[in-house]
């Protein structure tokens, strides 16, 4: 972590706690996108992606105004407050089939790749949420987040070793599952 | 680094070597550079990769966006102002010029202003911007 990073992002807090629209409308559209694509693939469920994104970032507007410098990154525990909310919604789910709809008939050029490509998205999805949900976690938290290998044991209050474990297995499940997409 | 470690990293990280910890990276390439072979296996890592990029990030819909915009500090003062500006523009600011009125016909005939100052003073006390103002200022 590099310092610069962590003080600009502590400015950028302290701001938000002031109430400072400029800062307000930074920090949404720096991370309510982070926030969502998290929830999205922990629970592939937009509707509750959004309600966990919508909580944290409520969270994190209480929590501004007393945040301390330098304590730890901002970024870190929010993702931290949108797992726990994840895993929330994950122990309170019950296993019961949900259906998609239907694709429909798009006529215009190009329509076969997009089916294609939404297609290979939908599965990959899909067997992302047939993961179990540590391996998920981890995934999400180092391929997707982009967040580092001791960030993400950090969060997970695991080790790094134990992370690449959850990421080994996950990536082979995935291939496993996915065969047939790999080119 | 070993190739046992490298096959490691491989399949935790993937197939590009930026996605390693930072600390990796150097003796991978120094590795891949002395055993070549070593390239297969990012080559079937990067395949995985892709899969998991064929995954698309989710955007926030500005119904989502515009639920945690109202819910941040800023925009909770500026919706007071506007539910107090609100409040002001109907009944409330009968109210208040028949309120004003009243005092003027018993504090007999006011200064001489115009009417956009005597409603200022009318007004001041109920105007949530002064307030808005001073604590965005600071």
């Known amino acids: 972590m590099r310092t610069g990073d962590l003080s600009a992002e502590d400015d950028l807090v302290a701001r938000v706690g002031r109430g400072e629209p400029a800062a307000v409308q930074a920090m949404v559209a720096r991370q309510l996108p982070r926030m969502l694509a998290l929830a999205s693939r922990m629970l592939g469920d937009p509707a509750e992606a959004e309600d966990v994104a919508q909580e944290v970032m409520v969270r994190a507007w209480e929590q501004a105004p007393r945040w301390e410098r330098g304590r730890a990154r901002f970024d870190t525990w929010m993702h931290r407050v949108a797992l726990n909310l994840c895993y929330d919604r994950l122990r309170r789910r019950r296993e019961r089939p949900v259906a998609e709809p239907p694709d429909r008939p798009d006529p215009s050029p190009g329509a076969e790749a997009g089916l294609q490509a939404r297609d290979r998205a939908r599965r990959v999805n899909a067997a992302l949420q047939q993961l179990p949900p540590r391996q998920r976690e981890a995934l999400v938290l180092c391929h997707y987040q982009d967040l580092g290998n001791i960030e993400a044991a950090a969060l997970m209050e695991v080790t790094v070793e134990a992370v690449e474990s959850l990421l080994s297995r996950g990536r082979r499940a995935l291939r496993v599952a996915l065969a047939d997409l790999v080119e | ?138």
């Open chain 2, 1 to 138: 680094m070993s190739p046992e470690r490298f096959e490691h990293l491989a399949q935790a990280y993937g197939g590009d070597l930026r996605r390693w910890p930072v600390a990796t990276r150097a003796a991978a390439a120094d590795l891949l550079r002395t055993r070549p072979e070593l390239e297969r296996r990012l080559t079937m890592e990067a395949a995985t990769d892709a899969l998991l990029d064929a995954s698309p990030r989710s955007v926030p819909s500005a119904g989502l966006r515009a639920r945690v915009l109202a819910a941040a500090p800023a925009e909770r003062v500026r919706a007071a102002w506007q539910a107090g500006w609100t409040w002001l523009s109907g009944a409330g600011l009968a109210g208040a010029c028949a309120a004003g009125l009243a005092v003027g016909v018993l504090v007999g005939p006011p200064p001489v202003q115009d009417d956009l100052g005597a409603l200022a003073v009318l007004l001041a006390p109920y105007d949530p911007l002064a307030a808005v103002d001073a604590e965005i200022v600071g």
